[in-house]
């Protein structure tokens, strides 16, 4: 018997990361589809990683029978994982032309990415992919051309939103179509798998265009230099800061290349028609400073991106001086708050005046509060609503207001569990292994093979490296090496940790019997423990302890 269901890996009881699989067919021979294919962001737990990604074992088990991958929009968080891991799976790509532009982009930037070839889809098309009728439909958000997704099966319409707000005023692009989603909704909807980050917050989003109002009264009031920053890939929020600009007869200096990768792919395809041009970073020195807007990567606290490195004086082309502006046209995505802290003291402390969401209405989210989730539910009417996008609480407030909206059946599930949606009520059948992996610089893999746990380690209580050779007759035939990485310089009683590291050593080959003393590995680990129990006991921290034995 065929079934239609719905598993996420990835998105689900977090923020960022998304990656869904919808699948029909006999429960052992099942068709997949997936829905966007995004990664995270590392946080200070994970140490030296540089992004998180899905695990897709399952999908890769799953592999000839995956139809194709649809991205919803080029957000990081829906898209991010292509480049590094489309070659396990090789699958057919569709997106927008943005999306694929600004993956190609990506490509250029990083040597050896793969080229992946992507089917062009905009809103108002309709294709079919093996089993599926995945229709495309506009919805407004935070970057160009996202769209929902109408999923169709014999058995049933999925409306898949991907991120989605409402805005009777965008900047650029198009509105959400409601007239389709409720056109869709007369067909019949199984199921809505809607966007949940706003799902606690009342009332709805101001516009995009009530934001580029309130910029352009900043670029006015301002006599110094102003400086905006935001995520790289607003494209909206880009050309309200350039209206603003040319109100005040300012030129707009773009310093970032991620910036500059979506601005160029905007460009080609039209959508920044109208504005003066941009101007590069090394043409920032030679303008006025009542003359000059500047955009800025960097707005969620990055210590390698454009706004970190001004801030810490140590730019090539841009400066900032006291009596200019920075306005942080951003907010802080969760855990960035204390680098984004850290940068606007900075400023403050050279005199720069900071301006944030907090002071004057410079960002407005891309997602649905709850007025605006009301109208989706009022267009779709799905018999079931699955929420995601949002971490637990987000999840269980989004639940709560689809029972209120009058949805019958409502599922809150969890990265890898099935869901089936039909035939008969909604409810979890199965679950697949799912998890993440980590990218470490070139390098693609589970915590613990990408030394995740030592590098907890090492920061939390530092490193100690013993070297030591005996000769054959089990003597010590140098000063053992020492070297500490981490440590204090001295303990607790004020002797030096050199000194303590290098008695517990040479206590330690003396308490070992000559003849035992040839076998290194006991010699070793001997070494080891009494170096950590000396350590502890000075400081009351066991640090990480390699230590080396040569015998000649």
């Known amino acids: 018997m065929d079934d239609f269901v719905f598993l996420p890996l990835g998105g689900v009881g977090e923020i960022g990361m998304n990656l869904a699989l919808y699948g029909y067919g006999p429960s052992n021979r099942r068709r997949w589809l997936a829905v966007d294919f995004g990664v995270s962001f590392a946080g200070p737990d994970l140490p030296g990683v540089d992004l998180v990604l899905p695990d897709i074992r399952y999908m890769e088990e799953e592999r000839d029978f995956i139809e194709a991958i649809v991205i919803t929009h080029a957000h990081e968080d829906h898209f991010g994982a292509l480049l590094d891991l489309w070659p396990r799976l090789r699958l057919p790509v569709y997106a927008s032309a943005f999306t694929a532009g600004l993956l190609n982009a990506k490509r250029a930037a990083q040597p050896g990415a793969p080229e992946i070839p992507v089917t062009i889809v905009a809103p108002g098309d309709r294709v079919t992919i093996g089993d599926f009728e995945v229709e495309f439909i506009a919805v407004t958000h935070s970057i160009l051309e996202p ?63 009530e934001v580029g109002a309130s910029l352009t009264e900043i670029v006015k009031e301002a006599t110094g230099r102003v400086a905006f920053t935001t995520f790289a890939s607003n494209v909206g929020r880009i050309k309200s800061i350039a209206l603003a600009a040319l109100a005040a007869d300012r030129q707009v200096v773009v310093v970032g290349r991620a910036l500059r990768r979506a601005i160029e792919v905007a460009t080609e395809l039209g959508y920044m028609e109208g504005l003066p041009p941009f101007l590069d970073e ?43 502006t920075v306005v942080f046209s951003a907010r802080p995505i969760p855990g960035n ?4 802290g850290n940068i ?24 649905p509060r709850r007025d605006e989730l009301a109208e989706m539910y009022g267009w ?11 971490e637990a609480m987000h999840l269980w407030a989004h639940a709560a207001f689809a029972r209120d909206m009058g949805v019958k059946q409502v599922v809150l599930t969890e990265n890898g569990n099935i869901v089936r949606l039909a035939p008969g009520p909604a409810e979890e059948i199965d679950d697949v292994p799912f998890g993440q992996l980590y990218k470490d610089g070139n390098i693609i893999a589970d915590a613990d093979n990408v030394g995740v746990p030592e590098r907890r380690k090492l920061a939390f209580s530092g490193h100690v490296a013993v070297s030591v050779v005996l000769d054959a007759k089990g003597a010590v035939a140098t000063d053992p090496e020492i070297a500490l990485t981490g440590l204090p310089i001295q303990g607790a009683t004020g002797h030096p940790f050199e000194e303590t590291v290098m008695t517990a050593v040479l206590g330690t080959i003396e308490s070992i019997p000559r003849a035992r003393r040839r076998d290194p590995e006991l010699v070793r680990e001997a070494i080891r423990r009494s170096v950590r129990a000396a350590v502890r006991q000075a400081w009351g921290k066991k640090p990480l302890c390699t230590v080396f034995v040569a015998i000649v």
């Open 147 to 209: 769209m929902a997704l109408a999923i169709r099966t014999p058995l049933g319409t999925v409306v898949h939103t991907g991120d989605w707000k409402l805005d009777p005023e965008p900047v650029i692009g198009p509105q959400t179509d409601a007239a389709r989603l409720a056109a869709i909704g007369d067909e019949g909807v199984l199921a809505l798998v809607c966007d949940s980050t706003n799902a606690m917050r009342d009332g709805r989003s101001p516009s995009e265009t």
């Open 282 to 324: 090394e043409s920032y020195g030679y303008l006025p400073r009542s003359k000059v807007v500047a955009i800025l990567t960097g707005s969620q606290g990055e210590p390698r991106a454009a706004l970190a490195r001004i801030a810490e004086d140590e730019h090539k082309f841009v400066g900032l001086s006291p009596g200019d």
């Open 337 to 340: 708050e204390k680098a984004i």
């Open 344 to 367: 606007i003291n900075q400023l403050c402390d050279q005199g720069i005046v900071v301006i944030t969401d907090r002071d004057r209405l410079v960002h407005v989210s891309g997602h």
């Open 380 to 390: 779709v009417r799905p018999e079931i609503a699955i929420p995601v996008h949002g």
